[in-house]
């Protein structure tokens, strides 16, 4: 079966950085857009950065300018890297394919990310 896996997830200060990495067991990762999405307690999950398959990136308002989205299709990886983090970024974070371009597989178990102030 298709796994997605999260990892990189963490405590961390505000201002501080983290960087999530997602590694895809499927044989089409280099095919597919991608998309981190992040949900937070009593909210709705929300796609928060894309990459499509030839790198082209979108960045949800609330994290532009703070956070990059970037893919190794060699590795079937998709990095998530957070800079300047804010205590509203505190959520589970879960990569999955670009529900904006297509449907979903089943979500992983996501890594949560923890902004103290």
């Known amino acids: 079966q298709v796994q997605l896996v999260e990892s990189g997830g963490g405590l961390v200060q505000a201002g501080g950085s983290l960087r999530l990495s997602c590694t895809d067991s499927?044989?089409?990762?280099?095919?597919?857009?991608m998309g981190w999405y992040r949900q937070a307690p009593g909210k709705q999950r929300e796609l928060v950065a894309s990459?499509?398959?030839?790198?082209?990136?979108t960045y949800g308002d609330s994290v532009k300018g703070r956070f990059t989205i970037s893919r190794d299709n060699a590795k079937n990886i998709v990095y998530l890297q957070m800079s300047n983090l804010k205590p509203e970024d505190t959520a589970v974070y879960y990569c999955?394919?670009?529900?904006?371009?297509?449907?979903?597989?089943?979500w992983g178990q996501g890594t949560q990310v923890t902004v103290s102030s």
């Open positions: 990459i499509s398959v030839g790198s082209k990136t």
């Open positions: 499927g044989s089409t990762f280099s095919v597919n857009a």
């Open positions: 999955n394919l670009d529900w904006t371009r297509q449907g979903v597989r089943p």
